[in-house]
C-alpha cells in the first residue's frame, strides 16, 4: 500500500526526533496498544445497539464499510505524522500546507471539538447500564466525576497514561473475546439465529441503510487520529508509527465484525437498539454463565480507557495549537517534573464535563463524525501539497490515490448526516471563528503594549 523514501533539507534529524519539553516515553509496542485501545474502547461498547438501528442485523457491514474508508485517511496521516512528529496533527499539517491561520485554526479546533465531543459521550456510556450493575446512581453526575478522575490520571504523565493503557486494552479485547466465545458456545448449543446477519430494517434501502450505518461505525475506527497528537512523545516515530497505526486498525476491524456477527446472532436488532449497555446484553442472552458484575467492569474499564486516551489526544492538540500560535500561549504550559500541559488537561476536561449535559450517545457520535471529517479532508489535502516540502530524515510515503479517494469517502460521508448534526457541528465552528479572532486581537494588543 505504502513505500518508505528519504527526502533532504538542511534541517531535521535522523528519525524526526527533534527538541520538544514533552517526554518521549511511548515505544512501538505501547504506540499500537495506545491506538487498539483507543479504537476499541471508543465505540463498539457504547454503540453497538444505536447501530442495529440503524441496519437492523447486518451489523457486518457497515462496519467492514467504515474500516476501508478509515484505511484511507490513516494512510494521509502516516505520512505526515512521519514527516512531522510534532503534537498538534492536523492543525500542524493545515498550517504547513496552507499558510493561512484561520484555516489552521478551523481544521486544529474541528478536531479539538471532536475530541471533547467524544469524551462528552463515553464518559455517558460510561454512567449507564455497566456502572449501574454496581451502583445506582444518576448518570450526569457520574459522568462528570468520571471526567475529574480522567484528568487526574492524565496530568500525572504520558509514561503513567499508556503504561494504564496496556492494562486496560488487554482487558478490553479479554471482553470482546467473551462476546465472540459466548455466542459460539450458544450457536453449538442450537441457540442464535444466524440468519439475522443478512436482515436489514424493513423499511429502509440496504445501501442506504449500510452508507448510514457508516457514519456511526466511522465513529469506532476515529481513534487512530489520536495518535497524531502524540507523535512528539513517540521514539523513531518515522520507522514505528505506520506499522502501530495499520496494524492497530485493521486487529480492530477484525474484532468488530467478529463481534458484529456474535451480537446479530445472539438477539433481535430491536432488542440490541433498546439497551444502553448492548453487549452486555448479548452475554446475557447467549445463556452461558458469565456473571453481569465480570462483563460490566470490563466494558467500563474499556470506556474509560477510551475516554483517558481521547483526552490525552485533546489536551496535546490544544498545547500543540496554542505553541503554533493558534490558541492562547497559556494553553501551552507544562508542568516542570511531569511535563504534561496542565492548562490544557484543565480546559479541554471542562468543555468535555459541560457536554455531559447533551445526554444523546447517538447525537455526539455523529457530531464527532462531522467535525473529524473537515478535518480528515484537509489532511487529505495537505499530503498532496507537502509533497514539494522536504525533509531530511526518512519518512512513509502513500500513494497518491489513497489521499483522493480519502477525500472524496469524506465527502461522501458529509452528505449522510442529519440536519441536527449540522447545527450541532455549525454552533461548534462559530464558537471557533469567535475564539481564533479573540486570539489574534489578544496577541496584537500584547504586542501594542510591549512595543
Avoid at 517526554?23 to 476499541?40: E, Y
Avoid at 457497515?62 to 492543525?91: C, D, F, N
Avoid at 491561520?101 to 475530541?115: K, N, Q, R, T
Wanted: aromatic share 8%; charged share 15%; net charge neutral.
Amino acid at each position: 500500500m505504502t513505500s518508505e523514501t528519504r527526502e533532504t533539507a538542511p534541517s531535521g534529524t535522523e528519525d524526526g526526533d527533534g527538541d520538544t519539553p514533552l517526554r518521549k516515553k511511548i515505544t512501538g509496542p505501547l504506540l499500537f496498544l495506545f491506538i487498539l485501545g483507543d479504537v476499541l474502547g471508543a465505540g463498539i461498547y457504547a454503540l453497538m445497539g444505536v447501530l442495529a438501528g440503524e441496519v437492523g442485523g447486518a451489523l457486518w457491514a457497515p462496519l467492514a464499510l467504515a474500516l476501508i474508508l478509515a484505511l484511507l485517511t490513516a494512510g494521509s496521516y502516516a505520512e505526515l505524522v512521519t514527516k512531522y512528529p510534532k503534537a498538534g496533527g492536523a492543525a500542524v499539517f493545515a498550517q504547513r500546507a496552507f499558510k493561512a491561520p484561520i484555516v489552521s485554526f478551523l481544521v486544529g479546533f474541528c478536531m479539538l471539538a471532536a475530541g471533547v465531543t467524544s469524551a462528552a459521550g463515553l464518559a455517558i456510556a460510561f454512567a449507564g447500564e455497566y456502572l449501574q450493575t454496581f451502583l445506582p446512581v444518576p448518570t450526569i453526575p457520574a459522568a462528570l466525576v468520571f471526567l475529574l478522575l480522567v484528568a487526574a490520571l492524565n496530568a500525572r504523565g504520558i509514561s503513567e497514561s499508556v503504561k494504564s493503557n496496556v492494562v486496560m486494552t488487554v482487558i478490553e479485547v479479554s471482553g470482546l473475546v467473551i462476546v465472540v466465545v459466548v455466542v459460539g458456545l450458544m450457536l453449538g448449543g442450537g441457540g442464535g439465529d444466524v440468519s439475522r446477519v443478512g436482515q436489514f430494517p424493513t423499511d429502509a434501502s440496504p445501501a442506504l441503510a449500510v452508507l448510514g450505518g457508516a457514519i456511526v461505525a466511522y465513529y469506532s475506527f476515529v481513534g487512530f487520529e489520536t495518535s497524531a497528537n502524540v507523535a512528539e512523545e513517540v521514539r523513531r516515530p518515522s520507522k514505528v508509527y505506520p506499522k502501530a497505526l495499520f496494524g492497530a486498525l485493521l486487529t480492530a476491524g477484525v474484532v468488530y465484525i467478529l463481534v458484529g456477527l456474535a451480537s446479530s446472532i445472539a438477539l433481535p436488532a430491536d432488542e440490541l437498539g433498546e439497551s444502553s449497555g448492548p453487549l452486555l446484553a448479548v452475554v446475557a442472552a447467549s445463556g452461558v454463565p458469565i456473571p453481569d458484575w465480570l462483563f460490566s467492569l470490563i466494558a467500563l474499564i474499556a470506556v474509560a480507557n477510551g475516554a483517558l486516551l481521547t483526552m490525552i489526544m485533546t489536551s496535546r492538540l490544544s498545547y500543540g495549537m496554542a505553541t503554533e500560535g493558534l490558541l492562547p500561549s497559556p494553553l501551552a504550559k507544562v508542568l516542570p517534573k511531569r511535563r504534561t500541559p496542565w492548562v490544557a488537561i484543565i480546559c479541554t476536561t471542562i468543555v468535555a464535563m459541560l457536554l455531559t449535559l447533551v445526554g444523546d450517545l447517538a447525537t455526539l457520535a455523529s457530531a464527532v463524525v462531522l467535525l473529524l471529517l473537515f478535518s480528515f479532508i484537509s489532511t487529505n489535502v495537505a499530503v498532496l501539497v507537502l509533497r514539494r516540502d522536504k525533509v531530511s530524515h526518512e519518512h512513509f510515503r502513500v500513494w497518491t490515490f489513497v489521499p483522493v479517494l480519502g477525500v472524496l469517502s469524506c465527502i461522501l460521508l458529509l452528505t449522510q448526516q442529519e440536519p441536527i448534526v449540522w447545527a450541532f457541528g455549525g454552533g461548534f465552528l462559530v464558537l471557533g471563528v469567535v475564539l481564533h479572532f479573540a486570539t489574534v486581537l489578544g496577541r496584537r494588543m500584547r504586542d501594542r503594549r510591549r512595543a
